[in-house]
């Protein structure tokens, strides 16, 4: 299925002869004003604009209803400060990784200013804008992103919430100014650029509302963090007594089968709570619109990655299941009128890329994604090949298969056609498919860690 039209109550494939939007000159938005909401550990299975089977998501399905929705879109990391980074300089995950490795430091800031001018020569969209005139705004809540991660260059405004010097981890704080933030802009100057990061998604703890009616089980513990909210806490160690530590990329392999099918549920079960309670503030942010803005401007939900749930045995992220790298994307675009819905897989990569070539901005870099907006005229377009990689694991998709490696060389191989969850590992059964991905994976590892390291070593020699 290519390009999809939804209309009423039924879906008919968008003939490109006579459809609504077949040209690239449809998709230009000069001057436009440009908006992204990265909610942070969204689930692309719990979107209901993208899942109907989900009905978590009014709100966000909603405003996006007539939007351009990527249903098969893949992050380049269940690690945010790889696919954070890489997302918003539109390079490759394996060459952002190989640089952070060089670059990243475990402790504040993350990103010493020792490391600027290398990162300044790989512009993130703040910067690239900026140089056309934009105003850029960025509001983070958390590590990983952000000021921490050096990618506060380029931006006039920036606020930042659960990171150094900022107060504390403010649940929903992030949201609400962002709902100010554009509620006050002044429109009648030059465009802007706004992004958001929002982890009120993050699981260890969850913040959630005292005074909002919660899930109530033995298992699952309350802590009052403040009069307005509770921190929760549910996740057990080997020792089966309640878990402090967090660690995104841990498996829960002590777990009996039956252990495990009952911590899936009952994180399933908060989890929604939390994306309810989300989506419920995200309207905030909605009803900040006014007609003229929303006349003038692209706006763009998505999520750095998701979060495992205790799928495949990973009660959090930060691995290369889909849980953890699959992805909503949604853009609402002026000049679009009905949804448009791709189904082809496409990379979080591309976004930046698919912005400029909106905006007709061309980027005085070179970038890894590419538009995709001959995705959406052309119906010839093929599925890109997909590639992530985090601290534990790498993958690659083609087609509907997908293979992952990890750390100490063990492979999963999966047709997702028939088991989008992984269940069924059919490496033993397709070796063929199996040696050609690994194949194209140590290809492309290769030459994009060549890059880094070349771009390591020119920086390396100025500093001397």
């Not at 290398?118 to 005139?133: D, R």
Request: charged content about 25%; some cysteine; proline content about 3%.
């Amino acid at each position: 299925m290519q390009l999809i039209k939804k209309t009423g109550l039924f879906l008919f494939i968008l003939l490109f002869s006579n459809a609504y939007a077949t040209k690239l000159e449809d998709f230009k938005c000069h001057k436009c004003n440009v908006i992204f909401l990265n909610i942070d550990l969204l689930r692309n299975d719990e979107v209901g604009i993208i899942n109907n089977n989900s009905n978590l998501t009014p709100n966000i399905n909603n405003f996006f209803n007539n939007s351009i929705i990527f249903t098969n879109a893949s992050s380049s990391s269940g690690v945010t400060a790889i696919s954070n980074t890489a997302t918003l300089t539109g390079k490759d995950g394996f060459f952002t990784y190989s640089l952070l490795k060089n670059t990243y430091v475990d402790n504040p800031p993350q990103m010493p200013q020792s490391s600027l001018k290398l990162w300044q020569s790989i512009p993130t969209i703040f910067e690239i804008l900026k140089a056309e005139g934009y105003r850029t705004f960025n509001v983070n809540h958390g590590w990983y992103a952000g000021k921490q991660m050096l990618l506060d260059r380029g931006v006039d405004f920036y606020w930042g919430t659960g990171e150094v010097d900022s107060p504390g981890s403010l649940p929903i704080v992030s949201i609400e100014k962002t709902a100010s933030l554009i509620s006050n802009i002044d429109q009648s100057t030059s465009p802007f650029f706004l992004l958001l990061r929002s982890e009120d998604l993050r699981g260890f703890p969850y913040r959630f509302p005292i005074n909002r009616e919660k899930l109530l089980d033995s298992r699952v513990t309350y802590r009052s963090m403040d009069e307005k909210f509770f921190e929760i806490r549910y996740q057990i160690n080997e020792e089966g007594t309640l878990r402090e530590g967090y660690y995104s990329s841990e498996t829960a392999k002590w777990m009996s089968k039956d252990l495990l099918k009952e911590y899936s549920i009952l994180s399933k079960k908060l989890y929604k709570q939390q994306v309810s309670y989300v989506d419920e503030n995200l309207k905030k942010i909605f009803d900040s619109f006014d007609n003229n803005l929303l006349n003038n401007s692209i706006i763009v939900l998505y999520s750095n990655h998701g979060d495992g749930l205790y799928d495949n045995g990973i009660p959090n992220h930060g691995v290369s299941y889909e849980s953890c790298v699959s992805v909503p994307l949604l853009i609402r675009h002026p000049k679009i009128k009905s949804s448009l819905l791709v189904n082809k897989s496409i990379q979080l990569i591309d976004l930046v890329p698919t912005i400029l070539n909106m905006l007709d901005v061309k980027s005085y870099s070179e970038m890894d994604g590419t538009s995709l907006l001959k995705l959406l005229v052309d119906e010839n377009q093929n599925s890109k090949t997909i590639f992530g990689i985090d601290k534990d694991s790498s993958y690659v998709k083609e087609g509907n298969f997908k293979l992952i490696i990890w750390s100490d060389r063990t492979k999963e191989l999966y047709d997702l056609s028939i088991d989008p969850k992984e269940e069924n590992n059919i490496i033993n059964t397709r070796l063929d498919v199996a040696a050609k991905l690994e194949n194209y994976l140590f290809v492309h590892q290769f030459e994009e860690h060549a890059k880094a390291q070349m771009k390591l070593t020119k920086f390396q020699n100025i500093a001397k």
